[in-house]
């Protein structure tokens, strides 16, 4: 098998109109030309009349230029840059609740302070930390959390932004 | 000046050289067939029996002029009724505007009577779709419309109109008087899709390419016809000394009875094309999509050769198969360049290779009795009386096969069919657009009894306008093309395709009020098919055929599209 057919994410920057329906469209040509999104992240630019949509595919080399050209054909995208990991800053948000006693407190504070997450809120049963990094990072940060049982993680999906 | 918003549209329509338009009112749409009332001398509207007749009307109509088809439905099940003729025009590439009427804005999203999310149902099959929520954005919306579909790679805009709008007043500046910064900035969509410049490396590339080939191969795909590029296609032909294979979608788009022709490629191309295919040392592949139709299995077709690929999408390059070197932008002006630089070339013991698999391999229809009507007998006779000058569209199946392989196609837009979709029931609605837009031309619709039962309906729209088209129904009683299917993978087992239904094609096209005839034996072909031609008013001739005659050659499933077979 050829490199180029490899499998492995790639990240896309959309800037399109902000109109209604935009993210619609977007998402629904993934879905038609059964391309798979990992995750995908949409706001509002400091142009109120322009999104920001960051999209992570699964795919091989070839499925990206695929979704390159179909999302250039919408009416309402006005460009698509494929980000390379090493040419962009690549950053996740994550909010996780972890069961927590009075014997494993301090180890959770540990981990935490090892990654520099912030802890939000303390209650008697449990803990909530958040943690902006690498995806990677983040799956680190989840691993080590594990043990203790964790009752619920929310990850906002890649953000990228070229250097 | 101030009007309402359904008069905005019209002026809109007026403004697009709008002509003929094609729908069916209701109440969403009241305000629209009001204005159309009043805009009657200048509008021409032409009341469908189905809104899906409307849909493929403006299809036929844009396919047979190059211009864009309007049609207007209700909002509702007005507006899904155009769906499928939206996506039959979206599948095709063809330039068409749908205006729809929607419920008030108030009643929006509340699952108001007769609501649908018509542009949320539409968005796969439009090239792009709106709902005009102020009606400050009506105007430059429907103009926009109509700029999008047929900028670039051609397409259907729905444009979607809650009724309110179409009633308030706004006042219209006519596009010749140039709006305001603030409004053209408020409409202003960016639409940056011109087509790529041609790199000079690329040019010569293609140049070395075409000047190293022994034995070239020019396939010519729909693209042809969309950008008006016959004659620059002739030229190139002419300038390379190759031969030619057309597909459906582009038939006419070479003339058929120019010697280098070959016939169609892929699933139901000639021995010769494919042989061509086989032997060839260049594809050069001219507005086409390489449909799943015409490669056949991708693994397969022309890999042991260089392929050139001339299309205006960049996103047809490398989707289907890989290609050699990709040409991006309209097919005209590519083969304007190309043409410029050519040198003339002679590949003379190759075209003589390409006459004798000709004559080795014709296209025949052996007769299964001998006292069958063959399709192909039926074809030539209606290209003996028609010159093969008459535009013919047709539905979907063994009919639209036969049509493709036995009618000698001439011209661009003489032959309008459901390519892409395989829609049947297309074809009546797209000869009645036909027909208006080609008022001296002979339109004859070719059709099955399979498909003729799916729009049949529209016979009354031909009798009531009196728009002289002949339906010529290729009666076989089954559905050829499924059972055809059926004989080769399924064992003959005819599951719901020997149709056997009881109709009386005459006394039913009578009941529309359609002059009808029946063609039953051989010697009834040509006195019948003359008589209908001769009546300047729609006729129905119903021609009753074998069911056993099968569309060959054939590609089977997944096959190599060198070996298509001959017989089963």
């Given amino acids: 098998m050829n490199h180029q057919n490899e499998e492995k994410e790639y990240i896309l ?32 630019t400091e142009d109120v009349n322009r999104s920001q949509i960051l999209i992570v595919v699964q795919g091989d080399d070839r499925i990206v230029r695929q979704v390159d050209k179909q999302l250039n054909k919408l009416i309402e995208v006005e460009q698509v840059t494929v980000l390379n990991d090493h040419e962009a800053v690549v950053r996740e948000h994550l909010l996780l609740k972890v069961m927590r006693s009075d014997e494993t407190s301090n180890q959770l504070m540990a981990i935490a302070n090892v990654f520099h997450a912030n802890v939000l809120n303390v209650s008697a049963d449990d803990m909530i930390v958040e943690l902006t990094g690498t995806p990677s990072t983040l799956n680190s940060f989840i691993e080590c959390y594990k043990p203790y049982h964790i009752l619920k993680s929310l990850r906002t999906g890649t953000m990228a932004m070229e250097k | 000046m101030k009007l309402t918003g359904a008069q905005i549209i019209m002026e809109c329509l007026l403004e697009q050289q709008v002509d003929t338009v094609f729908g069916y009112p209701g109440g969403a749409v009241l305000n629209i067939y009001d204005a159309l009332y009043e805009y009657k001398d200048r509008i021409r509207h032409i009341c469908t029996a189905h809104e899906q007749g409307a849909s493929h009307a403006a299809d036929g109509y844009a396919r047979s002029s190059g211009r864009t088809g309007v049609c207007i439905a209700t909002s509702g099940p007005g507006a899904t009724n155009l769906v499928t ?262 590949h003379a013991q190759w075209l003589a290779q390409i006459r004798q698999w000709k004559q080795e391999y014709p296209l025949v229809q052996k007769s299964i009795d001998s006292q069958d009507i063959t399709p192909q007998m039926l074809f030539q006779t209606l290209n003996e009386l028609t010159q093969s000058e008459a535009i013919l569209t047709t539905d979907v199946g063994q009919h639209q096969m036969w049509a493709a392989q036995f009618y000698q196609f001439r011209h661009p837009r003489q032959f309008i069919t459901s390519g892409g979709l395989g829609t049947m029931g297309f074809g009546l609605g797209a000869a009645m657009g036909a027909k208006l837009a080609n008022p001296d031309k002979k339109v004859i619709n070719i059709t099955g009894d399979g498909s003729f039962h799916m729009n049949c309906n529209e016979l009354s729209t031909l009798a009531k306008y009196q728009i002289p088209i002949v339906e010529l129904v290729l009666d076989n009683s089954v559905l050829g093309m499924v059972r055809q299917w059926q004989k080769l993978f399924y064992e003959y087992r ?75």
Avoid: W
Avoid at chain 2, 97 to 107: D, F, H, K, S
Avoid at chain 2, 109 to 135: A, R, Y
């Fill in chain 1, 13 to 44: 920057s959309v800037l399109a109109q902000n109109h209604t329906g935009v993210l619609l469209r977007i998402s629904g040509l993934f879905s038609r030309r059964c391309y798979n999104i990992k995750s995908i992240v949409a706001a509002q």
């Fill in chain 2, 85 to 346: 003729g939206i996506a039959t025009a979206y599948m095709d590439s063809i330039p068409m505007v749908a205006i729809t009427g929607n419920v008030n804005l108030n009643l929006l999203g509340l699952d108001s009577f007769q609501e649908v999310d018509i542009t949320g149902v539409t968005m796969p099959v439009t090239k792009h779709n709106f709902i005009v929520k102020k009606i400050e954005y009506l105007a430059d919306t429907i103009r926009q419309a109509f700029r999008i579909a047929q900028e670039g790679r051609k397409g259907p805009v729905l444009v979607d109109v809650p009724k309110d709008i179409t009633a308030q007043m706004y006042e219209f500046i006519p596009a010749t008087q140039s709006l305001n910064e603030e409004q053209q900035a408020a409409m202003q969509l960016p639409i940056s899709k011109k087509p790529v410049q041609l790199q000079a490396s690329k040019l010569e590339y293609a140049l070395e390419l075409i000047a190293n080939s022994k034995r070239p191969f020019i396939y010519a795909g729909g693209g042809v016809l969309a950008a008006e590029a016959s004659a620059q296609l002739k030229k190139l032909v002419e300038k390379i000394d190759a031969p030619v294979a057309c597909s459906l979608m582009c038939q006419g788009g070479f003339d058929q009875a120019d010697d280098r022709y070959m016939g169609m490629l892929g699933m139901h191309g000639t021995k010769t094309s494919a042989q061509a295919l086989k032997n060839c040392d260049l594809f050069l592949a001219v507005g086409t999509r390489f449909s799943d139709r015409i490669i056949c299995n991708a693994k397969s077709f022309a890999r042991h050769c260089p392929v050139i690929q001339i299309d205006i999408d960049p996103a047809e390059f490398n989707k289907n198969i890989d290609v050699t070197l990709k040409l991006c932008g309209d097919a005209n002006e590519i083969l304007s360049i190309l043409n410029a630089r050519l040198h003339q070339d002679d």
């Fill in chain 2, 494 to 568: 005819f599951s719901h395709t020997d149709q056997d239904k009881k109709t009386d094609f005459v006394k039913l096209g009578e009941a529309f009020g359609v002059k009808s005839f029946d063609i039953r034996s051989k010697d009834d072909v040509m006195p019948v098919l003359k008589q209908a031609f001769s009546l300047n008013e729609p006729v129905l001739v119903a021609c009753h055929i074998n069911r056993d005659f099968n569309v060959l050659p054939m590609v089977p499933a997944g096959a190599s599209a060198e070996e298509p077979i001959l017989e089963m």
